[in-house]
């Protein structure tokens, strides 16, 4: 707020704003000067006075600032004039300073020539000039020179451009020469390039046809195909599941059994068309019962059933990694001291043209228990292959050496105790090779695959040739030499052995094909038992439990620990007062006969009251001090036993009691009892 008293305002130019003005008309004005700090009547003191007043004001403020600017002007000219008057003193004073502090180049007079000295070298100058063009003949002589020089120069510089044209010309050439090889080279590329996708497509459009003539031409093999990895994957399944659910035990398998390096392994491995597993000659090789899946298809490949890895079968590298792989299972098989184990490696071979069906080959049958073996060794081996054969339904290939005497044979005896009319044996004769070389009486072998001299009947009658006694020869190898070896054989020649009963192919299509009727008739049947049985089970069950629906094994768990666990809770409801009294009595029952026995009698010998009170007083002290406490914990143990019993027997009464879990919680409850224990 800017009030002034009147002869102030007049004394000094003051701006009173108009606002100022307004805001303080009708107001008390008794108030200080702002000027002069007297308290006055101030300048304003209503509406007219200030209209007056800010008009004067506003006129007196455009004088006032004319007035301000022309003394802000001269203001500035004597600041510009002062600064300049004073900036020069500053000036000439600094450069006087720097002057000063430059260093003395007095010396430096002696050793330049002066102005005059200058003028007499350059007079000496020019008259040598003078006197040099008018020599005669130097300065041509000089130019001549030069010019032959500068001549020299042209021609150099003239065969070097020459020379680098031609430099380019020829690169040139060779560029051109590299482009032209590429080009062909990429053309023969392309030519080859469609050459091979041809070629490619041609494989593929083939092999598609050979699938789909497959699949024309038999649709039931088709059906065989997706229907083995079933089958596989169902024998896996039970074996996996409970080892007391036999089922599995009856669906079929090809089972290969035979005396010991008869030759089984090598006989599954023809069929499986690759040397999958370890190898060695005079010793067991095979020490656990090993289950192959054989199926067609495109690659040739094997898989352990429950590892990832496949081995592609036409490496001989990954071949061998997996004959390793199998010793390594078979010796963990066989470990804790044992020689043979029951253990079963499961693992699948697929490839070209492989016959569809599941076989397990299993260790040797022998007859003498050698030092390095366990001493149940032989029992082991014959209760595995009786296990194993014992299926109704396994197709028994029982193999048997050609090459050794058959009176040494031991498994014809076990085939034809478990399968005494043949209906599902495939005899199959070994190293027919070696057998027509140690040959004295050629009928004797006809007499064999006829079926007449062992003690054992079979569906079929077999020759082959599976190995050759080397243990690195491929499968290639043995498959040539036994082809090799019957269409040059004298037994095939002589008709001792008939075509249809030669080879490793014969066989294994005869086996597939036994196998598949075995797996349809058997299928069939087990599909009917099992109808069969499921309805007896349901029936039973409505019978048996009327009030319960079907449950499956985990709801049934589940039932039965509800109901355990309610029990113990109905116990835990029993009253202190209860369980006083029930042990109590219980006590009583147990200590009631020792304490008259043993404490009150003998001291009412005496006929002293008080040695009677003293006697009786000593002895229960001793009682209850070393035998009443174990006695009491004994006691009610047994009576929460006694009364856990009770509560069960009591629900058992009831009219919806189903007794189905009855064994169960008086099982649990033994169970508890053994394993209670109590705290030290
Ligand atoms: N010459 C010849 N040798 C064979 C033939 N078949 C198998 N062998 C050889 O006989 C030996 C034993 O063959 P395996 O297939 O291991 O016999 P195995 O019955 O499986 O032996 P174990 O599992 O130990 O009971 C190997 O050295 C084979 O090379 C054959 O037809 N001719
Ligand atoms: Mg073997």
């Not at 010796?331 to 253990?343: I, L, M, Q, Y």
């Given at each position: 707020?800017?009030?002034?008293?009147?002869?102030?305002?007049?004394?000094?130019?003051?701006?009173?704003?108009?606002?100022?003005?307004?805001?303080?008309?009708?107001?008390?004005?008794?108030?200080?000067?702002?000027?002069?700090?007297?308290?006055?009547?101030?300048?304003?003191?209503?509406?007219?006075?200030?209209?007056?007043?800010?008009?004067?004001?506003?006129?007196?403020?455009?004088?006032?600032?004319?007035?301000?600017?022309?003394?802000?002007?001269?203001?500035?000219?004597?600041?510009?004039?002062?600064?300049?008057?004073?900036?020069?003193?500053?000036?000439?004073?600094?450069?006087?300073?720097?002057?000063?502090?430059?260093?003395?180049?007095?010396?430096?007079?002696?050793?330049?020539?002066?102005?005059?000295?200058?003028?007499?070298?350059?007079?000496?100058?020019?008259?040598?000039?003078?006197?040099?063009?008018?020599?005669?003949?130097?300065?041509?002589?000089?130019?001549?020179?030069?010019?032959?020089?500068?001549?020299?120069?042209?021609?150099?510089?003239?065969?070097?451009?020459?020379?680098?044209?031609?430099?380019?010309?020829?690169?040139?050439?060779?560029?051109?020469?590299?482009?032209?090889?590429?080009?062909?080279?990429?053309?023969?590329?392309?030519?080859?390039?469609?050459?091979?996708?041809?070629?490619?497509?041609?494989?593929?459009?083939?092999?598609?046809?050979?699938?789909?003539?497959?699949?024309?031409?038999?649709?039931?093999?088709?059906?065989k195909k997706s229907l083995i990895d079933l089958y596989s994957e169902v024998l896996d399944e039970l074996s996996d599941?409970?080892?007391?659910?036999?089922?599995q035990?009856?669906l079929p398998r090809v089972?290969v059994?035979?005396?010991?390096?008869?030759?089984?392994t090598?006989?599954l491995e023809m069929i499986a068309g690759a040397r999958i597993f370890?190898?060695?000659?005079?010793?067991?090789?095979?020490?656990s019962p090993v289950k192959v899946t054989l199926k067609e298809g495109p690659y040739h490949t094997a898989r352990f059933k429950d590892s990832s890895r496949e081995f592609d079968l036409t490496k001989?590298?990954e071949l061998?990694d997996l004959r390793?792989e199998v010793?390594?299972r078979m010796?963990?098989?066989?470990?804790?001291?044992?020689?043979?184990?029951?253990?079963v490696i499961a693992m699948t071979v697929e490839g070209p043209g492989i016959q569809r069906m599941v076989l397990v080959d299993?260790?040797?049958?022998?007859?003498?228990?050698?030092?390095?073996?366990?001493?149940?060794?032989?029992?082991?081996?014959?209760?595995?292959?009786?296990?194993?054969?014992?299926?109704?339904?396994?197709?028994?290939?029982?193999?048997?050496?050609?090459?050794?005497?058959?009176?040494?044979?031991?498994?014809?005896?076990?085939?034809?105790?478990?399968?005494?009319?043949?209906?599902?044996?495939?005899?199959?004769?070994?190293?027919?090779?070696?057998?027509?070389?140690?040959?004295?009486?050629?009928?004797?072998?006809?007499?064999?695959?006829?079926?007449?001299?062992?003690?054992?009947?079979?569906?079929?009658?077999?020759?082959?040739?599976?190995?050759?006694?080397?243990?690195?020869?491929?499968i290639?190898?043995?498959?040539?030499?036994?082809?090799?070896?019957?269409?040059?054989?004298?037994?095939?020649?002589?008709?001792?052995?008939?075509?249809?009963?030669?080879?490793?192919?014969?066989?294994s299509?005869?086996v597939s094909?036994?196998f598949w009727?075995?797996v349809?008739?058997?299928?069939?049947?087990?599909?009917?038992?099992?109808?069969?049985?499921?309805?007896?089970?349901?029936?039973?069950?409505?019978?048996?439990?009327?009030?319960?629906?079907?449950?499956?094994?985990?709801?049934?768990?589940?039932?039965?620990?509800?109901?355990?666990?309610?029990?113990?809770?109905?116990?835990?409801?029993?009253?202190?007062?209860?369980?006083?009294?029930?042990?109590?009595?219980?006590?009583?029952?147990?200590?009631?006969?020792?304490?008259?026995?043993?404490?009150?009698?003998?001291?009412?010998?005496?006929?002293?009251?008080?040695?009677?009170?003293?006697?009786?007083?000593?002895?229960?002290?001793?009682?209850?001090?070393?035998?009443?406490?174990?006695?009491?914990?004994?006691?009610?143990?047994?009576?929460?036993?006694?009364?856990?019993?009770?509560?069960?027997?009591?629900?058992?009464?009831?009219?919806?009691?189903?007794?189905?879990?009855?064994?169960?919680?008086?099982?649990?409850?033994?169970?508890?009892?053994?394993?209670?224990?109590?705290?030290?």
């Open positions: 707020m800017y009030l002034f008293c009147k002869s102030c305002l007049n004394s000094e130019i003051q701006v009173i704003t108009r606002r100022h003005l307004l805001s303080n008309v009708g107001t008390n004005w008794q108030k200080r000067c702002l000027s002069c700090h007297a308290f006055r009547p101030l300048l304003v003191n209503n509406r007219k006075n200030a209209k007056n007043l800010m008009l004067y004001s506003i006129h007196k403020r455009n004088m006032f600032t004319a007035v301000r600017l022309l003394r802000s002007v001269l203001k500035i000219r004597y600041i510009i004039v002062g600064s300049a008057v004073g900036g020069g003193l500053q000036a000439s004073r600094k450069y006087e300073e720097w002057k000063e502090s430059l260093p003395k180049f007095e010396w430096i007079k002696d050793l330049v020539p002066d102005n005059g000295q200058m003028g007499a070298i350059m007079s000496n100058l020019m008259a040598m000039r003078d006197k040099l063009t008018a020599e005669d003949g130097l300065m041509s002589k000089l130019n001549a020179n030069a010019n032959q020089k500068i001549e020299l120069l042209k021609q150099w510089i003239e065969e070097a451009k020459e020379q680098q044209q031609q430099r380019d010309q020829s690169s040139g050439d060779e560029k051109a020469r590299i482009q032209r090889l590429q080009d062909e080279l990429i053309t023969v590329q392309l030519k080859y390039q469609k050459e091979i996708e041809r070629l490619e497509k041609e494989n593929r459009n083939l092999k598609k046809t050979v699938l789909l003539r497959g699949k024309q031409n038999n649709s039931v093999r088709k059906v599941y409970d080892s007391n659910y036999k089922t035990d009856h089972i059994v035979g005396d010991q390096s008869s030759g089984k090598s006989v370890p190898r060695g000659a005079g010793e067991m090789m095979t020490r001989q590298s061998a390793r010793e390594i010796k963990s098989c066989v470990k804790n001291g044992r020689t043979v184990s029951s253990d299993l260790p040797g049958i022998i007859s003498t228990v050698t030092t390095e073996m366990a001493e149940d060794t032989r029992d082991a081996i014959k209760a595995i292959t009786k296990t194993y054969m014992s299926n109704p339904n396994a197709i028994i290939l029982c193999i048997q050496d050609g090459s050794v005497d058959a009176e040494r044979s031991i498994v014809t005896d076990i085939v034809s105790q478990m399968d005494p009319n043949g209906k599902r044996t495939i005899f199959v004769l070994t190293k027919v090779d070696l057998a027509e070389q140690n040959m004295t009486n050629p009928s004797r072998l006809q007499k064999i695959l006829d079926g007449k001299l062992f003690p054992m009947k079979a569906l079929g009658y077999f020759a082959v040739v599976t190995g050759r006694g080397n243990r690195d020869d491929t290639q190898a043995i498959k040539e030499y036994e082809s090799q070896f019957f269409s040059n054989s004298k037994l095939c020649k002589t008709g001792i052995l008939n075509g249809s009963q030669c080879t490793t192919q014969s066989l299509l005869a094909e036994c009727k075995m349809k008739a058997s299928v069939e049947q087990q599909a009917d038992a099992f109808k069969a049985t499921r309805f007896n089970l349901e029936t039973e069950w409505k019978n048996s439990f009327p009030r319960l629906r079907e449950l499956d094994r985990d709801e049934l768990f589940e039932k039965a620990k509800g109901e355990i666990l309610d029990e113990i809770v109905n116990l835990s409801q029993l009253s202190p007062v209860y369980w006083e009294e029930v042990i109590s009595k219980k006590l009583w029952e147990r200590v009631g006969f020792y304490v008259f026995e043993q404490i009150y009698l003998p001291a009412a010998q005496t006929s002293d009251s008080g040695t009677f009170n003293t006697q009786v007083d000593i002895r229960l002290k001793q009682w209850a001090d070393q035998t009443l406490p174990n006695k009491s914990v004994d006691v009610g143990f047994q009576t929460l036993q006694e009364e856990f019993n009770r509560l069960i027997e009591k629900n058992k009464s009831l009219k919806e009691h189903d007794n189905i879990f009855d064994f169960l919680k008086i099982s649990v409850a033994e169970e508890s009892i053994k394993r209670h224990s109590w705290e030290t």
